[in-house]
């Protein structure tokens, strides 16, 4: 019960903040500008500085060597992930816009804002090095990998030259001198450590509005289940987690010890609803936002029901 308890309270939580930027927009307080603005504050300012301080506050040296190994369990199920999501991309036609959204539905999650605060009502504190294997692997998978899908994706203008930009994008960033601060075992001044968590904590909130002014601009009627957008959640809380349940049990028949917590810790981590920030990053790459936020919404609000099934299976290791 706690567990759907704690799932619930998070979606509704999420849930009340997107309505607050849908009546806002609807309401005309917000001009067509600000959407952009947005955009441009969490992917270049703020994201870059969560990431920053995310990995230095929950990562030291001595953990990240401790986690490496286990790493390789994550490693392969979003290889997986990546190479079926692609191949179905081309079998179901999925048509350009959407695509980098699809793949990224079905690797990588929302691990920070859901998927930390359930990890712990689960499972307690002792979770927490393990949910860092997946967190570390979610964070290196999204930035380098599942954006490339996401900005390649747009609309292709004739004689388009390489963007260099594009090959180190500002979170990627934060991400490397995030992992060569650690590294290398640089403080962190205090003053600094503050303010970078005060403005990099803004992504969330400010990501979850800019889907309620999506939403306010298509219209609540844009909700709806079409073919890629239910493939693409069969993807998030189906075959994701499966994927990882399958990888658990092979590496545990080959006879490597997996403590239980550490798998149920992975195969919850692996059906977390999808990125709240996927829209501003397709709204960058000027693919289908009003399906990337479709999904993003539609996961959230399953993922209420997606939990107590999976507290069911997980028992079973």
């Given at each position: 019960?706690?567990?759907?308890?704690?799932?619930?309270?998070?979606?509704?939580?999420?849930?009340?903040?997107?309505?607050?930027?849908?009546?806002?927009?609807?309401?005309?307080?917000?001009?067509?500008?600000?959407?952009?603005?947005?955009?441009?504050?969490?992917?270049?300012?703020?994201?870059?500085?969560?990431?920053?301080?995310?990995?230095?506050?929950?990562?030291?040296?001595?953990?990240?060597?401790?986690?490496?190994?286990?790493?390789?369990?994550?490693?392969?199920?979003?290889?997986?992930?990546?190479?079926?999501?692609?191949?179905?991309?081309?079998?179901?036609?999925?048509?350009?816009?959407?695509?980098?959204?699809?793949?990224?539905?079905?690797?990588?999650?929302?691990?920070?804002?859901?998927?930390?605060?359930?990890?712990?009502?689960?499972?307690?504190?002792?979770?927490?090095?393990?949910?860092?294997?997946?967190?570390?692997?979610?964070?290196?998978?999204?930035?380098?990998?599942?954006?490339?899908?996401?900005?390649?994706?747009?609309?292709?203008?004739?004689?388009?030259?390489?963007?260099?930009?594009?090959?180190?994008?500002?979170?990627?960033?934060?991400?490397?001198?995030?992992?060569?601060?650690?590294?290398?075992?640089?403080?962190?001044?205090?003053?600094?450590?503050?303010?970078?968590?005060?403005?990099?904590?803004?992504?969330?909130?400010?990501?979850?509005?800019?889907?309620?002014?999506?939403?306010?601009?298509?219209?609540?009627?844009?909700?709806?289940?079409?073919?890629?957008?239910?493939?693409a959640l069969l993807g998030r809380f189906v075959f994701?987690?499966?994927?990882?349940?399958?990888?658990?049990?092979?590496?545990?028949?080959?006879?490597?010890?997996?403590?239980?917590?550490?798998?149920?810790?992975?195969?919850?981590?692996?059906?977390?609803?999808?990125?709240?920030?996927?829209?501003?990053?397709?709204?960058?790459?000027?693919?289908?936002?009003?399906?990337?936020?479709?999904?993003?919404?539609?996961?959230?609000?399953?993922?209420?029901?997606?939990?107590?099934?999976?507290?069911?299976?997980?028992?079973?290791?």
């Open positions: 019960m706690s567990a759907f308890i704690t799932s619930v309270s998070s979606v509704i939580e999420i849930i009340f903040v997107i309505a607050l930027g849908y009546f806002l927009r609807h309401g005309q307080k917000f001009h067509d500008s600000f959407k952009h603005d947005i955009e441009f504050l969490i992917m270049k300012v703020a994201l870059p500085l969560n990431i920053f301080v995310g990995v230095l506050n929950n990562l030291t040296r001595a953990k990240l060597i401790a986690l490496s190994g286990s790493l390789i369990f994550v490693i392969i199920s979003f290889a997986i992930g990546y190479l079926v999501a692609w191949l179905l991309t081309k079998l179901l036609h999925i048509r350009v816009g959407r695509r980098g959204t699809f793949i990224n539905m079905f690797v990588n999650a929302n691990t920070i804002f859901i998927g930390l605060p359930l990890n712990i009502a689960l499972f307690g504190e002792k979770s927490i090095s393990y949910f860092l294997i997946y967190y570390l692997a979610n964070t290196v998978s999204t930035w380098a990998i599942g954006i490339f899908f996401i900005q390649n994706d747009g609309p292709k203008k004739a004689n388009q030259t390489f963007n260099w930009k594009k090959l180190l994008p500002a979170p990627l960033l934060g991400f490397i001198v995030a992992l060569i601060w650690l590294l290398m075992a640089l403080p962190v001044p205090e003053l600094v450590n503050k303010t970078f968590t005060m403005v990099g904590n803004i992504v969330t909130p400010l990501s979850l509005i800019y889907i309620g002014i999506v939403l306010a601009d298509a219209g609540l009627k844009s909700i709806h289940f079409d073919r890629d957008t239910v493939v994701a987690p499966v994927v990882m349940i399958l990888v658990v049990i092979t590496f545990s028949a080959g006879g490597l010890n997996i403590p239980a917590m550490e798998k149920s810790t992975l195969i919850i981590q692996a059906a977390a609803p999808g990125l709240a920030v996927l829209p501003i990053l397709v709204g960058e790459a000027k693919g289908d936002v009003a399906y990337a936020t479709n999904v993003v919404t539609t996961s959230t609000v399953l993922f209420v029901i997606v939990v107590p099934i999976l507290m069911q299976i997980v028992t079973l290791f």
